[in-house]
């Protein structure tokens, strides 16, 4: 029996039978929810709110997020420079700003290496499968 009304589908992304996927905002609320019974898929949701509400509104003060063993959330200065209009080919001047950015922690990058040694379903858009697990330690 189902303790909640999207277990299945948690279950599912957990034991990878949807590989292609991204985890979603509504999936981690069904993964906080799934891993705590006694609380509420409504208190799931409010937790998973407050906590990217919390990290959006540090950044938002020019704040530094940094959370041990996951990673950090800081801003990057983007300089003003000339762009092209990709439709017409005319010069456009791109004003300075700030954009967030996001970098992995200790133990997340170590647990995601070991995760590619372990498993061959692994897509990356960027490099081919082989030079991937050449750098494996496996």
């Known amino acids: 029996q189902l303790r909640h009304p999207d277990q299945q589908n948690f279950l599912n992304i957990l034991g990878q039978q949807v ?6 905002r509504s999936d981690l609320i069904t993964a906080l929810a799934f891993r705590f019974p006694k609380l509420m898929a409504t208190d799931a949701e409010i937790s998973v709110k407050e906590i990217l509400d919390a990290i959006i509104q ?74 991937l697990f050449k750098a494996c330690r496996c």
């Open 58 to 131: 540090s950044l938002a003060k020019g704040d530094r997020v940094e959370i041990r063993g996951f990673g950090s959330f800081d801003l990057n200065y983007r300089p003003p420079r000339t762009g092209r209009n990709p439709k017409s080919g005319e010069k456009v001047e791109v004003p300075a700003k700030y954009v967030p950015h996001f970098k992995a922690g200790k133990e997340l990058r170590e647990r995601v290496e070991e995760s590619a040694c372990n498993t061959t379903t692994i897509k990356n858009r960027r490099a081919p499968k082989a030079q």
């Open 19 to 24: 590989k292609s996927r991204s985890m979603t």
